[in-house]
């Protein structure tokens, strides 16, 4: 498990090489640790090397594994990055700190409803289905703008920006366009007068990309944590 701690160093610097190919401070970037299918003894290693914010796509396994590493709770930030249905919504507004991934009303208004009174607001960001194709999750863009003035409206949510899982593209030229979209349309809700800080875009084949266009948070699971089992090299992007 050392190995986490040698990805994560080189990492941090693929990271910073990004933000100074971009002229962008390395501090405006965070790295949200994608730890799905990956036990909780790789998220103690992670947090051992000092990474505190972890994404998990899969409501029950991230609860499991919150469960599991109750000790660590102060220490550890849960995003709920994957596909949530409406009958998951509860325990996820009960357990989770953010999530990247709301692609409805109902589900925003679900979470706001239910989130507890004792916790801080959830922090939530749109996901927009900024390539189009039929078959991913996400707000098609002309739908966006609608739904984050009714979502930053909600009383225990906090809207924070726009998450995008782009389609694969095999040059960072290619890859930049959906990003830049993503970020444009994040412009345009700001000059709407929603405050907003955040991009949740780059993975670990894209990360370049996303930072080239003013990514404020990238997801990375298997630059990190390696191959996830019962994947293929290529379908895990790496
Ligand atoms: C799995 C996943 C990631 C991380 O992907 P890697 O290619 O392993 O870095 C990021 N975002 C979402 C939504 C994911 O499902």
Same mark, same amino acid.
């Given at each position: 498990m050392a190995i986490i701690g040698t990805k994560l160093l080189q990492l941090h610097e693929r990271i910073a090489r990004a933000c100074a190919a971009a002229q962008r401070p390395v501090q405006s970037v965070t790295l949200l640790a994608v +730890?799905?299918?990956?036990?909780? #003894? *790789?998220?103690?290693?992670? #947090? *051992?090397a000092g990474e505190h914010r972890f994404g998990e796509n899969y409501v029950q396994e991230g609860v499991d594994k919150i469960a599991t590493l109750t000790d660590e709770r102060?220490?550890?930030e849960w $995003?709920?990055? @994957?596909?949530?249905? +409406?009958?998951?919504?509860? %325990? %996820?507004?009960?357990?989770?700190?953010?999530?990247?991934? %709301?692609?409805r009303l109902k589900i925003a208004q679900r979470l706001s409803e239910q989130r507890p009174a004792h916790l801080a607001p959830l922090q939530v960001c749109l996901q927009v289905n900024i390539s189009g194709e039929a078959s991913k999750? @996400?707000?098609?863009?002309?739908? %966006?703008?609608?739904v984050a003035h009714a979502v930053a409206a909600l009383p225990r949510l906090v809207l924070r920006g726009l998450m995008a899982v782009p389609e694969p593209a095999a040059t960072t030229?290619?890859?930049?366009?959906? $990003?830049?979209?993503?970020?444009e349309l994040l412009q345009s809700l700001r000059a709407q007068g929603l405050a907003l800080d955040t991009l949740s875009i780059g993975m670990s084949a894209d990360l370049e990309a996303a930072i080239a266009e003013g990514a404020t948070i990238v997801r990375v699971g298997s630059a990190i944590f390696g191959t996830r089992p019962g994947l293929s090299a290529a379908a895990a992007g790496s």
């Open positions: +730890s799905k299918t990956f036990d909780a #003894l *790789a998220v103690r290693c992670a #947090l *051992a102060g220490q550890l $995003h709920l990055i @994957g596909p949530l249905q +409406s009958n998951k919504t509860r %325990v %996820v507004a009960e357990q989770f700190d953010w999530v990247h991934s %709301v692609d999750n @996400g707000l098609p863009p002309d739908e %966006v703008a609608a030229q290619a890859q930049r366009a959906p $990003h830049r979209a993503l970020r």
